[in-house]
C-alpha cells in the first residue's frame, strides 16, 4: 500500500462512519420482548398445599397434553378465578415451582435408625407399621391418664404430629379426631415451615 | 410487538426518530401503594419466578432484605428501608425496580441504535442483543436500577414483564401482591386510585401522604403512594431525580456536534478535490538529487 492507497482507504471509512452517524444505514430489527412463555402450554389448576389459606394455582407445564409428551412443570402462578387469592400468592407460593420441582424432594419413606447417620430407604408397608409400633409403644410408655388431683387429663406429652395444612374442614375434624383420641396435644401444620 | 411499538430509542435523534406510528395507544404503570405493602417478597420471588432468573443465595446481612442489592440476576428488591420516627423504629418497605421513566436518563446516556427502547406503552426496555456493555445507563440511571452482568457484561433491568403486557396479562409481580399494594393498568386509572387513595389516608391522620411520580424524569410507569411524599429519602428514592446535566451534553451538544464535525470534514475534503484539485508531485525535477549524486560519486 502507497501513501495515496492510504489516504483513499481513510476518506472512505470516514465517509461510512459519516454515513452511518447520519442514521443513513439500513437499521436493524428492534428491540422485541421476550416471547411469551405460556401460549399453548398445558394448564393446570390445583390448590396450593403449603398452608391452610389453599390459594389457587395454574401450573403449566411442557408440553400441549400430547400423549407423547413428557410433562414436567415450569410455572406456577395464582388462579385469577379462585375466590381465596384472586390471582395472588404468596413469597412461598410464588415461588412454588422451585419447590416441585426441588432435587432434595422426598420421594419414598426413608429411616433414619437410631446411633447412624444413614438414610435407608423403606417400603410404604414397613413404614406404615413402623410408624404405628414406635407410636403404641411410646404411648403405652408415657400416656398421662390422670394428673396430680386425680382428674381425668389423658394426655400424651412425649410425640407431637406435623399434619398436612391443605385440608378441607372435614379433613381437618378427621385430623383432629384422630389426634385428640390418641390424646396427642402438640399438633401443627407444614404451614409452620 | 414490532419496531412501530416503538416511540423512543437510544440512539436517535429528532432528525431520524424512532417508528411514531402508535404513539396514541394508552400507556400503561404500576401502582405501589407503600401504605398497603406488608414487606412479604412475592413480588420478588414472581419477578423470579417469571424471569428465570435465580441468583446465587446470599449471606445475611443484618437486614431482612436479602439480596441487599439489584443484581442482573435481580430485577425486583424489596427494600427494608429502616427509619426512626418518634424514637421508633419504622419499617419502610419499597419496592425497588425500575420506574419506567417518561423521559428516561439511561435512554439518554446510551449511544447504541434501539439498545434502549420506550414502547408505546410507556415501558422502557433493554435490548440486550444490542447492548454493548458500556454501562452508561447505569451510572445515568437516577433510580440507580440497571445492572451489569458479571459474565456477559450486558446491562439488565426489569421490563414491566413486557412479555406478559404483550398479550394482556398483568405483570408477574403485580399479580401476586396479596395486599394489593401494587396495582397495574392504564396510567390514567392508575392516578386516579391513586388520588382517591391519598385523600383517604389524608383523611385518617396521613397528613404528608402523596404520590410520588418525579417531574424531573417526565413522571414514572411506575408510581408510588407514600406516608410521607415530603421524605422519599426514607424509602431509598431520590427527592429530584432528573437525567444528569453531563448525560445531556452528550446527547444533546457533544454528539451532534461530533457528526457536524464529521460531515464539515468530508465537505471540505470535496470543496478541496473540486476547487484546488490533487496534490501533484512532479517526478522530473531532478534538481535536488543530482546534489547528493555528485557527493556519493565524490566518495566513491
Known amino acids: 500500500m502507497d501513501r495515496r492507497q492510504f489516504f483513499k482507504l481513510c476518506a472512505c471509512g470516514a465517509t461510512t462512519s459519516a454515513i452511518s452517524a447520519l442514521g443513513l444505514m439500513p437499521g436493524t430489527a428492534m428491540a422485541a420482548p421476550r416471547e411469551y412463555k405460556l401460549l399453548k402450554a398445558k394448564e393446570t389448576r390445583n390448590n396450593c398445599c403449603y398452608c391452610s389459606v389453599g390459594c389457587g394455582l395454574l401450573m403449566y407445564s411442557h408440553g400441549s397434553n400430547g400423549k407423547n409428551a413428557e410433562k414436567a412443570i415450569f410455572h406456577i402462578e395464582g388462579d385469577a378465578d379462585h375466590p381465596v387469592n384472586r390471582g395472588a400468592l404468596c413469597p412461598k407460593g410464588a415461588g412454588l415451582v422451585d419447590y416441585v420441582n426441588s432435587p432434595n424432594r422426598n420421594h419414598f419413606p426413608e429411616v433414619r435408625e437410631p446411633g447412624t447417620n444413614e438414610w435407608k430407604r423403606i417400603s410404604w408397608n414397613d413404614a406404615f407399621s413402623r410408624i404405628a409400633r414406635l407410636m403404641k409403644d411410646d404411648r403405652d410408655e408415657n400416656f398421662i391418664e390422670k394428673n396430680s388431683d386425680g382428674t381425668t387429663v389423658n394426655r400424651w406429652l412425649s410425640t407431637g404430629m406435623m399434619t398436612s395444612s391443605a385440608q378441607p374442614n372435614e379433613g381437618g375434624f378427621i385430623t383432629h379426631k384422630f389426634a385428640r383420641s390418641l390424646g396427642l396435644v402438640a399438633i401443627d401444620t407444614i404451614a409452620r415451615n | ?300
Open chain 2, 1 to 300: 410487538m414490532s419496531a412501530q411499538d416503538i416511540i423512543l430509542s437510544s440512539g436517535t435523534s429528532e432528525l431520524t426518530p424512532a417508528a411514531q406510528v402508535r404513539r396514541k395507544l394508552s400507556k400503561v404503570a404500576k401502582l405501589f401503594d407503600a401504605t398497603k405493602c406488608n414487606g412479604c417478597k412475592a413480588c420478588q420471588v414472581s419477578c423470579s419466578e417469571w424471569n428465570d432468573l435465580r441468583a446465587p443465595v446470599g449471606s445475611f446481612q443484618g437486614s431482612y432484605q436479602n439480596p441487599m442489592d439489584l443484581s442482573s440476576e435481580c430485577w425486583t428488591l424489596m427494600k427494608y428501608q429502616e427509619v426512626e420516627r418518634d424514637n421508633k423504629l419504622n419499617w419502610r418497605f419499597a419496592h425497588s425496580a425500575c420506574m419506567h421513566c417518561d423521559d428516561p436518563a439511561c435512554l439518554t446516556a446510551c449511544s447504541t441504535k434501539g439498545a434502549i427502547v420506550q414502547r408505546a406503552n410507556g415501558v422502557v426496555d433493554f435490548d440486550s442483543d444490542k447492548c454493548t456493555g458500556c454501562g452508561y445507563c447505569v451510572s445515568a440511571c437516577p433510580f440507580d436500577v440497571p445492572r451489569l452482568d458479571p459474565i456477559d457484561q450486558k446491562a439488565y433491568k426489569c421490563t414491566m414483564c413486557s412479555d406478559r403486557i404483550q398479550v394482556g396479562q398483568e405483570p408477574a409481580c403485580v399479580k401476586s401482591c396479596i395486599t394489593g399494594a401494587l396495582k397495574y393498568g392504564t396510567r390514567e386509572d392508575m392516578l386516579f386510585i391513586a388520588d382517591l387513595r391519598i385523600k383517604e389516608l389524608r383523611k385518617r391522620g396521613y397528613v404528608n401522604a402523596g404520590l410520588y411520580n418525579p417531574e424531573g424524569v417526565g413522571g414514572t410507569g411506575m408510581i408510588m403512594i407514600l406516608h410521607d411524599i415530603n421524605k422519599p429519602q426514607d424509602y431509598g428514592l431520590p427527592a429530584d431525580p432528573k437525567t444528569s446535566v453531563p448525560v445531556k451534553l452528550w446527547q444533546d451538544v457533544v454528539k451532534p456536534l461530533g457528526a457536524a464535525g464529521i460531515m464539515a470534514t468530508v465537505a471540505v475534503a470535496c470543496l478541496h478535490r473540486i476547487t484546488v484539485g490533487r496534490n501533484l508531485v512532479e517526478e522530473d525535477e531532478p534538481a535536488q538529487f543530482d546534489h547528493t549524486h555528485s557527493d556519493k560519486s565524490d566518495k566513491e
